[in-house]
């Protein structure tokens, strides 16, 4: 993290940005999902410019958090601004078509590639905005669109601006379209150079609120990129039975720790910044959280099919694994909408009971995810992650370790809560670092 006389001299720089960049009369519309990249930019701007000429809008896409665009409403009310406007656009973001790199994409529905959503998502966002734009009386083509980019953004992004980094995943503030727009000089991004604890700090200097500056990070296209979508078996036939063996002679030298490969990909970063597309390690039984955490290092350095391991919090045994169908639709939104909740209310309360311990408990990020696996004989058609990170800059970190970092009476407490979900077989325990996975799993 940047020394607070560098972040102070980097604030400087970017109200001078801004105000050399909108000029005396410049409107700039500022994206703002809630979350403290994007107030941080919304506080810079009002800084920066006059209020009249700053206009927040908060796209609702139909992945937000429960309960969250009601108060992002209300903090943005809060946060003095004059222009808003809050933009319910479910219906849109899922049945909607946009142009992807020039081409006409499918609906978001219809969409199961990780790197299609995002993309679809991002360049329905314009779209969104340019419309907002109109309701505001103001001409898109000539408005400057300001946003919370951060530095790890561009970079998973492989932005050519910021070097030489490879694509791992599209970010939505980072697609095509807003490539194009930031060409022409009608992107302003004050957090460029920031990473996640930058931007925190930043947050803080500015007086903005404790409970936005410490607030989860959440991704632009939010829930969406927490339901890994599947409209078949992405099967494991592909995998060599000389590798498989391989995974099992592995396993074997534990007498505690069973394991399953199931069939689905996640994205992960491995050999250095490269993006992967592989397949999932479920592990099982009564480990020694130590041992297991050893292992899950392993299995990705060794067996070059997986970046990603979990371990299965509800059950001892697991039978075949089998893949599902699982759409971008309005109940799978809801699902992961209360699974989210019940990871992060459950962890929240944790963190909260323990702040005042001589050794308060550190998990910097908490989220629940969806996938479209059960076990073969289960009537129940999905599994629930629950994921956890431990990092300073966000590049680089791993998972709070069970029994260490996070009590297992509490990952207990929460794998009993989303068992009792109607449609969730599996409760898995994320247990992998970055790299070789990545923070999200899309």
């Not at 990249?37 to 429960?66: C, E, S, W």
């Not at 991002?122 to 898109?140: H, P, Q, R, T, W």
Request: glycine share 6%; charged share 25%; proline share 5%.
């Amino acid at each position: 993290m940047m020394e607070k006389h560098e972040l102070l001299a980097s604030i400087d720089e970017s109200i001078k940005m801004i105000q050399s960049k909108a000029g005396k009369d410049g409107k700039v519309i500022v994206l703002v999902s809630g979350g403290v990249d994007g107030m941080v930019t919304a506080a810079l701007l009002l800084k920066a410019l006059p209020p009249q000429n700053v206009y927040a809008i908060h796209v609702d896409h139909g992945f937000m958090r429960k309960n969250e665009s009601e108060a992002v409403g209300e903090m943005l009310r809060k946060f003095g601004f004059n222009n808003m406007l809050v933009i319910n656009a479910q219906d849109e973001f899922l049945n909607g078509r946009v142009e992807v790199d020039g081409v006409l994409a499918p609906p978001l529905c219809e969409v199961s590639d990780p790197e299609m959503k995002r993309k679809i998502i991002g360049s329905m966002f314009i779209e969104i905005v340019k419309k907002a734009a109109d309701s505001f009386n103001l001409d898109y083509d000539t408005t400057f669109i300001a946003q919370g980019t951060l530095r790890p953004d561009l970079l998973e992004s492989g932005n050519p601006d910021v070097g030489s980094a490879n694509l791992v995943k599209s970010h939505h503030n980072d697609v095509d379209i807003v490539r194009r727009a930031r060409e022409k000089g009608m992107i302003i991004e004050t957090n460029w150079n920031w990473y996640k604890d930058d931007v925190r700090a930043v947050a803080r200097i500015l007086g903005i609120d404790e409970e936005i500056a410490s607030r989860q990070p959440f991704p632009g296209p939010g829930l969406a990129v927490r339901i890994l979508c599947a409209s078949e078996s992405q099967e494991i036939s592909n995998i060599s039975a000389g590798k498989l063996n391989e995974f099992d002679k592995l396993l074997s030298s534990s007498t505690k720790i069973s394991g399953a490969i199931a069939p689905i990909l996640s994205v992960g970063v491995q050999d250095g910044d490269m993006r992967s597309y592989k397949n999932l390690c479920v592990l099982y039984g009564e480990p020694d959280f130590n041992e297991l955490e050893q292992i899950v290092k392993t299995i990705p350095q060794k067996l070059d099919f997986i970046n990603r391991c979990v371990y299965v919090l509800n059950k001892e045994n697991v039978a075949e694994l089998v893949c599902n169908k699982l759409t971008m639709s309005e109940s799978s939104a809801a699902l992961i909408r209360e699974i989210d909740y019940i990871v992060t209310s459950e962890i929240s309360k944790f963190l909260a009971d323990g702040v005042n311990s001589p050794n308060p408990p550190q998990i910097e990020q908490y989220f629940g995810v969806l996938l479209p696996i059960s076990t073969a004989r289960s009537t129940k058609k999905y599994s629930a992650v629950i994921r956890t990170i431990r990092t300073r800059d966000f590049m680089e970190a791993r998972a709070a370790l069970p029994g260490r970092d996070i009590p297992l009476e509490v990952l207990h407490s929460i794998a009993d809560k989303l068992s009792a979900l109607d449609d969730i077989d599996l409760v898995l325990y994320d247990m992998t670092a970055k790299p070789p996975a990545t923070i999200e799993w899309e």
